[in-house]
């Protein structure tokens, strides 16, 4: 398969972060209701979901971070099947990672964004309109989820405040951000929200309304 395009955004890079699928390792929380294989089937459906989405939309050149495997024969797959870079996903909190992926972007490209697989339901329109916000000269974008936190952030420039120091399991993640942005002085833009799935509830509404097949 040839992987030559023609990418909106060629300056921009998208970096996915993904974990291996393996039972007691993925949705744990997800698994203590429905089990672990069904949690880790269900994980990796929502990770291919997300790289196939934002693959065949083209809006910008894909990297999958991947933990704690990156040579593994699936993420291999989606390499040659997608046409996506993989890297090994940085050490660290949450955080620390995001900026790290954040700022290695940047040093390739003028604009970047990162997302999680945890949303496989994020807008491709929400996607790109961040990359135009970026381009348009925001220093920060976000996309915040229902629970709390963010299902997409984006830098024009490294913004170390944005990603330190915050309690990522909490429901207050994307309120300390717009504090944050507030009293920095940074360009920052935050779109429309969307959801995530961290229980059987948020499976069930994946699969109701199509992001996920039904089994």
């Not at 429905?34 to 050149?61: C, D, F, H, K, W």
């Not at 994307?174 to 959801?195: D, E, N």
Request: overall charge positive.
């Amino acid at each position: 398969m040839s992987h030559t395009r023609g990418y909106r955004y060629p300056d921009a890079r998208i970096a996915i972060f993904a974990r291996l699928p393996q039972p007691g390792r993925v949705k744990t929380r997800l698994a203590q209701r429905i089990g672990n294989i069904p949690a880790t089937r269900a994980y990796r459906q929502m990770a291919e979901t997300t790289v196939r989405r934002i693959s065949a939309a083209e809006l910008a050149p894909v990297t999958l971070y991947a933990t704690p495997h990156g040579s593994s024969a699936l993420f291999q797959r989606w390499r040659r099947d997608y046409g996506i870079a993989i890297r090994q996903q940085p050490r660290g909190k949450l955080g620390r990672r995001m900026h790290h992926v954040l700022g290695q972007s940047l040093r390739d490209s003028r604009i970047a964004v990162v997302i999680g697989t945890d949303a496989p339901a994020l807008d491709i329109g929400q996607v790109e309109a961040a990359l135009q916000h970026l381009h348009e000269g925001a220093d920060a974008v976000f996309v915040p989820c229902e629970d709390g936190g963010y299902a997409l952030a984006g830098l024009r420039r490294r913004c170390e405040r944005l990603f330190t120091g915050i309690n990522w399991g909490s429901g207050r993640v994307t309120q300390t951000t717009r504090t944050r942005i507030a009293t920095s002085g940074i360009h920052g833009v935050f779109l429309k929200s969307c959801w995530d799935i961290d229980d059987a509830a948020g499976l069930r509404r994946a699969r109701r309304c199509g992001v996920l097949p039904p089994h």
